[in-house]
């Protein structure tokens, strides 16, 4: 008798706009179509960009991944045998529709995503989720051998697809049943295949920036950076039951996220991390909005930040983990600077409460202010003559500030 179980993962998300090096445990392989990706002009500038965002995942990521040699097994019990023949399937960058990879083998640590074009609705400028998978079952034998026959199978398929590592993408349950005797199974399958779709007609729309060795142009979106947020779709994040499970409400339970972040309340829309939700990169510890939150700005680049590798570790990769950055005492916004803006926090916080606090003593007063003139980064020399406050002279912190703005002007 023979059983088909079929599921093609419809974790297939869109990236829309709004007007580092380690050693390597996973190769993503990636397959262009044949033809050009873009145009002729672009075609080269593209697939470099393409190329740089995988290998800047790679990198990051060092789960090893066990190689499937085999598609089909074979369970046994006694006379009885359960046979399962795997397949994947992937949604197919070019047309949209489902594509079978009917021999369902694999290299160790390699993941295959392919990468196309086509026109894509509204403002979406990329797709990007990983493949589903699906088995045929063919059982012979006596029904009173069924469920121990059907259990061998079942186990050393998970042991194969779920590959020893990394997410869990999805799972086939069903059953089976001979004479009088039904079987049951569930198998959980992990990352192999996933694909990638960027929006083009064939005229130039998106407004594409292909270089990713240059600043990205005004008014332009920046190939790389939706490569990268669409292959992380591809591996999982977002589009995989361990991102489900993981998922309550608008609440993430995961471990990892929670330690970096502090808490998961609130920090999920949907498939994404939540707009504006900011880390810092893993290249140099500057703050940057995450690669996974649902947008991004025309003109800018995203690259790789903390928290999303921590995503990354929540779901069942191991990865690298990036050095904790250290600021200023007086950089109170974080953001690798000490200027006007930190100073902003400070006068309004002054003897209020400690946000202004640059000595650790938990409140906000002039010695506070003398960190932030010591360490002060922003453009042009401070006068010797700025004023410093004292508590409850709240004139001379608004002079303090006059004094500063204009020295940066004529700077």
């Not at 060092?62 to 397949?87: E, P, R």
């Not at 929670?258 to 990169?281: D, E, F, N």
């Amino acid at each position: 008798m023979r059983k088909k179980s079929f599921l093609l993962s419809n974790g297939v998300w869109a990236l829309v706009f709004v007007v580092a090096s380690s050693a390597s445990a996973i190769n993503i392989n990636l397959q262009y179509p044949a033809g050009n990706l873009f145009s002729d002009t672009h075609n080269l500038t593209a697939r470099a960009a393409i190329n740089a965002a995988a290998a800047d995942i790679s990198a990051a990521i060092t789960s090893s991944l066990n190689a499937i040699n085999t598609d089909v097994f074979v369970g046994n019990n006694g006379g009885t045998t359960a046979t399962f023949d795997w397949s994947y399937q992937y949604s197919n960058p070019s047309t949209g529709g489902s594509t079978t990879i009917p021999v369902a083998t694999i290299p160790a640590n390699t993941v295959t995503v392919y990468v196309g074009t086509r026109n894509l609705p509204g403002s979406t400028l990329g797709f990007g989720g990983p493949s589903g998978a699906g088995f045929s079952v063919n059982v012979s034998g006596f029904p009173n051998q069924l469920v121990g026959a059907v259990a061998n199978g079942e186990a050393a398929s998970e042991a194969a697809y779920t590959r020893g590592g990394g997410p869990v993408i999805g799972t086939l349950a069903n059953s089976i049943t001979l004479g009088a005797t039904t079987a049951y199974y569930s198998i959980d399958f992990g990352i192999a295949y996933g694909s990638l779709a960027l929006d083009w007609n064939g005229s130039g729309d998106g407004n594409w920036h292909f270089n990713h060795t240059t600043p990205v142009a005004a008014g332009k979106n920046d190939l790389y950076s939706v490569a990268l947020h669409e292959m992380l779709h591809a591996l999982g994040i977002g589009a995989s039951d361990s991102w489900d499970n993981l998922v309550s409400g608008t609440n993430w339970l995961g471990p990892e996220v929670t330690s970096l972040h502090g808490s998961g309340a609130g920090l999920i829309t949907g498939s994404h991390i939540k707009s504006g939700v900011m880390s810092t990169r893993i290249s140099d510890g500057m703050p940057q909005e995450v690669v996974m939150d649902p947008d991004i700005l025309q003109g800018t680049r995203k690259s790789l930040t903390a928290l999303d590798l921590a995503f990354l570790r929540d779901i069942g990769y191991s990865t690298i983990i990036p050095a904790t950055p250290t600021f200023s005492p007086a950089d109170f916004n974080h953001n690798g600077y000490v200027d006007g803006t930190d100073l902003l926090t400070w006068r309004n916080w002054y003897g209020v409460n400690a946000n202004g606090d640059a000595d650790g003593d938990g409140d906000t007063d002039g010695r506070d202010f003398l960190i932030w003139q010591r360490e002060y980064t922003g453009p042009g020399p401070l006068s010797a003559n700025v004023a410093v406050p004292e508590p409850g002279t709240a004139a001379l912190v608004a002079s303090a500030l006059l004094c500063l703005v204009g020295l940066r002007r004529r700077s």
